[in-house]
């Protein structure tokens, strides 16, 4: 239920921002709102907060926030304090970054090495991505993980590539139990 309410919210945004053709400025302001929430927790439980009136959140969000992103993203806020949904504030702004990513054709990857890549590998990785899919840009964020042996993970949605060491010893191995002699 709250991934629905999380999508539907999101959704209403991300059709506000492609009809008034402010698709970068929202995904700017989305971006930087949910580090600025994600940092303040304090602020995550005065505006969840059960005996604090609305109306003296809606002004906290209208004071924190007036000058620094846009009004149409102040309405926005406004709206889910007012309909009592800040507790998913987290969750509606990584939907609507992600709609809008999608939007725009720009992917997310997540690549997890054995070792630390060089800027010349990561170079390799990414330009590797956007010759393989439909996207104009990609962000990777890059994870090391010794267990790995070898070889890379990559994740871009649903999707993930491994050609881990890990993986294709796990793999040969069952291959090999399954041999029956």
């Given at each position: 239920?709250?991934k629905?309410i999380?999508?539907?919210y999101?959704?209403a945004l991300f059709?506000?921002?492609?009809?008034?053709?402010k698709?970068a400025l929202?995904l700017?302001?989305?971006t930087?709102?949910?580090?600025v929430?994600r940092?303040?927790?304090e602020?995550?439980?005065?505006?969840?907060?059960?005996?604090?009136?609305?109306?003296?959140?809606?002004?906290?969000v209208?004071?924190?926030?007036?000058?620094?992103?846009?009004g149409?993203m102040?309405?926005?806020l406004?709206?889910?304090?007012?309909k009592?949904?800040?507790?998913?504030?987290?969750d509606?702004l990584?939907?609507?970054i992600?709609e809008?990513?999608?939007h725009?054709n720009?992917?997310?990857?997540?690549?997890?090495?054995?070792v630390?890549?060089?800027?010349k590998?990561?170079?390799d990785?990414?330009?590797?991505?956007?010759?393989?899919?439909?996207?104009?840009?990609?962000?990777c964020?890059?994870?090391?993980?010794?267990?790995?042996?070898g070889?890379?993970?990559i994740?871009?949605?649903d999707?993930?590539v491994?050609?881990s060491?890990r993986?294709k010893l796990n793999?040969?191995q069952?291959e090999?139990?399954?041999?029956?002699l």
């Amino acid at each position: 239920m709250a991934k629905l309410i999380s999508k539907t919210y999101a959704q209403a945004l991300f059709e506000l921002a492609v009809e008034e053709n402010k698709t970068a400025l929202f995904l700017e302001e989305a971006t930087e709102l949910l580090k600025v929430i994600r940092a303040n927790a304090e602020f995550g439980q005065f505006m969840n907060h059960p005996k604090i009136q609305k109306e003296d959140k809606i002004e906290v969000v209208k004071n924190v926030f007036e000058g620094r992103v846009s009004g149409e993203m102040i309405g926005f806020l406004v709206t889910i304090v007012a309909k009592d949904r800040y507790a998913g504030i987290e969750d509606i702004l990584s939907e609507f970054i992600a709609e809008i990513k999608e939007h725009s054709n720009i992917g997310t990857a997540y690549v997890t090495t054995a070792v630390t890549l060089g800027d010349k590998e990561k170079q390799d990785v990414e330009d590797r991505l956007l010759a393989t899919t439909k996207y104009k840009t990609i962000e990777c964020f890059y994870d090391v993980d010794a267990s790995l042996i070898g070889g890379m993970v990559i994740k871009m949605g649903d999707r993930v590539v491994d050609s881990s060491i890990r993986t294709k010893l796990n793999k040969l191995q069952r291959e090999l139990l399954a041999v029956q002699l």
